[in-house]
């Protein structure tokens, strides 16, 4: 197997629930890959199992060319940047910004007495300027906003030059002016040929940076549709999807979607 990920009728189940239920999906080198849906449809649950932090129940899952359940998964996991709200959750809030991106090199969160290379805190604040969050390198990751704290943990999955990047809702809790500028940094990260496979997990097709070339769609642990973004996300797959009516819109190199009629009752009373 030389793909990225490759899954075949993969499922996870816990209890009586198929959070995932018989999930292929093919990930190539210089791929970026969206999944979409809407909330419990299983996103958080696929990024696990592409991170090699779980196992499928059923079916297999390659992921950089090792079979999950067949290969020791601490050596696995190290070739794997992965951002997402728990991960942000363990990094402790008096750590140093650059200390936060620094130790991932060394594979831990939160281990602030070792001393590195030089080499090392000049690549961290590369890559933090490159997300915007420079100017953050000397605070401590607790006094941070929303916002500066996923520039850093972008940065921070970036900083061991990994094979396969994993993002799950980078844009969450980000205003407007936050979310446009996140978006179009992930957009320059996707457009560098250097920049290693990358899977990004939203439920909105606004934050779509540009360079991203792949869709998942998920609902209910299941693939709704999946492969290059021109043919797949079309408003019918979207609609599907979210179990919706809505229109999709393209916009040069953005995306955006509404519903055709108020989801009256769905979401909200009234
Ligand atoms: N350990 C578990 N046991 C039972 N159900 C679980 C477990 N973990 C997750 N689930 C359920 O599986 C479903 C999928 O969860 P997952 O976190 O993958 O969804 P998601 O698509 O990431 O959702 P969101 O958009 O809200 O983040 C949800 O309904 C969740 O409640
Ligand atoms: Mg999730």
């Not at 030089?118 to 915007?132: I, Q």
Request: glycine share 12%; aromatic share 4%.
């Amino acid at each position: 197997m030389s793909d990225v990920l490759a899954l075949a009728d993969v499922s996870v189940v816990r209890g009586n629930k198929r959070l995932l239920d018989g999930v292929d999906w093919e990930v190539e080198e210089g791929e970026r890959w969206v999944v979409l849906g809407p909330n419990g449809a299983g996103k958080t649950t696929l990024l696990q199992i592409a991170a090699a932090r779980i196992h499928p129940s059923g079916g297999v899952a390659g992921v950089l060319s090792e079979v999950l359940g067949a290969v020791d998964v601490f050596e696995l996991r190290p070739r794997i940047g992965l951002a997402s709200a728990t991960i942000a959750e363990r990094i402790p809030n008096g750590e140093r910004v650059g200390d936060v991106v620094v130790t991932a090199a060394y594979g831990m969160v939160g281990r602030w007495r070792e001393s590195y290379d030089e080499l090392d805190h000049g690549r961290a604040k590369e890559l933090l300027d490159a997300l915007g969050a420079g100017h953050l390198v000397d605070r401590r990751f607790g006094t941070l906003s929303e916002g500066e704290r996923k520039r850093v943990q972008i940065a921070r999955a970036l900083m061991t030059d990994p094979e396969l990047m994993l993002l799950d809702e980078p844009a969450a809790g980000l205003d407007l002016g936050g979310r446009e500028d996140l978006v179009s940094r992930l957009g320059e990260i996707a457009l560098d040929i250097e920049a290693p496979a990358l899977v990004l997990v939203t439920h909105h097709v606004e934050e779509i940076p540009a360079g991203f070339t792949d869709v998942l769609l998920l609902r209910d642990g299941k693939v709704v549709a999946a492969g290059p973004l021109e043919s797949t996300l079309t408003a019918e797959n979207l609609s599907a999807t979210f179990g919706l009516e809505l229109t999709l819109e393209r916009v040069g190199d953005r995306w955006a979607a509404r519903a055709v009629q108020p989801p009256r009752g769905r979401h909200a009373a009234g």
